[in-house]
């Protein structure tokens, strides 16, 4: 069992790093406590201290890694992100948000970098744009693979409300959650999450049908 000096250390881990996987918070456990324990009932223990700042812990998989993870937001009108960031950068992170929604949930950085002057009025430069996107990668609310940018867990999370109000997003068809980034059903183009997919195939013995449309998916190996 946690005492509450292991809360305040896992606390202030996370008002750090905002971000852990699920194995390292275990990991991390282990070493603070000497034994492995539950990380949910701690996880649940922390959330009712700190719902009171408008802060809450949730769990969320990575629609690109497929990593399960902790993140800390904030659950009041992404006020964290606003105080965070500049004008400027708050002025270049929202269109850069909605062009990665929009564009099926990744942006190639190059489209990234060219759009900031025109987004902003021209007063974020392309070196700017440079500079901030590295920023927001930085503070874990984006993604960069492979010369793509991404949502991350963390945004997701935090940005979940302000995305369901102003997209019309069709969630995964397994796991029923948000979906932003992910592959689709080649019949019906039922959205899927990668890790949904990857789990649903593993679990599936013979022929694999969508749940949507019953049409053949993929066959199990
Ligand atoms: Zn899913
Ligand atoms: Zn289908």
């Known amino acids: 069992m946690a005492s509450d000096d292991h809360c305040k250390t896992i606390l202030q881990f996370f008002m750090l790093e905002r971000v852990i996987t699920v194995s390292s918070l275990a990991d991390l456990m282990e070493r603070i406590t000497g034994s492995a324990s539950n990380s949910d009932a701690l996880i649940n223990k922390i959330n009712e201290r700190i719902q009171e700042f408008s802060q809450k812990i949730v769990k969320a998989t990575c629609e690109v890694t497929g990593d399960k993870m902790y993140v800390m937001i904030f659950t009041a009108d992404e006020a964290d992100v606003k105080s965070q960031l500049t004008k400027d950068q708050i002025d270049y992170f929202y269109p ?5 929604i929009t ?45 793509f940018l991404y949502l991350s ?22 796991c029923k ?45």
């Open 177 to 221: 959650k948000m979906l932003v980034f992910g592959e689709s059903c080649p019949s019906c183009s039922a959205p899927i999450h990668v890790q949904c997919f990857k789990d649903f195939l593993q679990n599936s013995k013979k022929a694999v049908k969508c749940p949507q449309c019953k049409e053949q998916l993929s066959v199990a190996a």
């Open 96 to 100: 850069l948000m909605n062009n990665i």
């Open 103 to 147: 564009s099926s949930g990744s942006l190639a950085l190059i489209t990234a970098l060219n759009m900031a002057p025109a987004v902003t009025m021209a007063r974020v430069s392309l070196a700017d744009a440079e500079k901030y996107i590295e920023l927001f990668v930085l503070k874990r609310l984006l993604l960069l693979e492979n010369g």
């Open 153 to 174: 867990p963390l945004t997701i999370a935090e940005f979940g409300p302000y995305i369901t109000e102003n997209y019309a997003l069709d969630p995964c068809m397994l």
